[in-house]
């Protein structure tokens, strides 16, 4: 069947997608709800296993990004013991509310009879999703995994239950001016190719 997409486009956006952070964000502009639900529409149909569809999303904007600062500041406080960094509970606390959503990437486990690792790359599948759709609106965004993002008690918060992991969060705003040129290595380098 032939296809009625221009396969240059779509290079053009796969290899102008750069991680952009909270810092290069336009403070105070806000991405419209319908924005952020036609991204996450994308990530949605990301490939799974048996249609799986263990991605699992949490919203947050506006009120939400700060009960989510003071979520993540306090849990860390409460579970870092000596380990506690004054700099790292001050950014937790003051990161989320500069970005227009962050979205809480979760993985549900529902299909036990399939490996782990293949529920995770089907989320990471829909996270690229999420993010490619986001370049193509002109937005800026990055995976991040630090914070809470590997503390258990921070399951509960996220709607995710013993079995399932939070995977990290995705950072969302407007940018002003185009990122920097990204850097691959030759694929050449990382391909082995058999044929015959």
Known sequence: MPSSFDPQQLNDLIRTRRSVFVPQFVRGKVIPDAIVWQLLENANWAPSHKKSEPWRFTVFTGAGLVQLAEFQAELYKQTSGPQFKQWRYDKLRTLP???????????????????????????????????????????????????????????AFFGLGPADRLLGFFQLGYVEGPGAPGERGPVQEKTRWVAG
């Not at 790359?121 to 759709?133: D, E, F, G, T």
């Not at 002109?138 to 809470?148: I, P």
Request: aromatic share 8%.
């Open 97 to 155: 509310p500069q970005c227009s959503h962050v979205i809480a990437l979760g993985l549900k486990r529902t299909a036990f009879d399939l490996p782990e690792m293949e529920e995770i790359a089907a989320v990471a599948c829909a996270v690229q999703n999420l993010h490619l759709s986001a370049h193509a609106y002109g937005l800026g965004g990055f995976w991040s995994t630090g914070g809470v993002t590997y503390t258990e008690e921070a399951k």
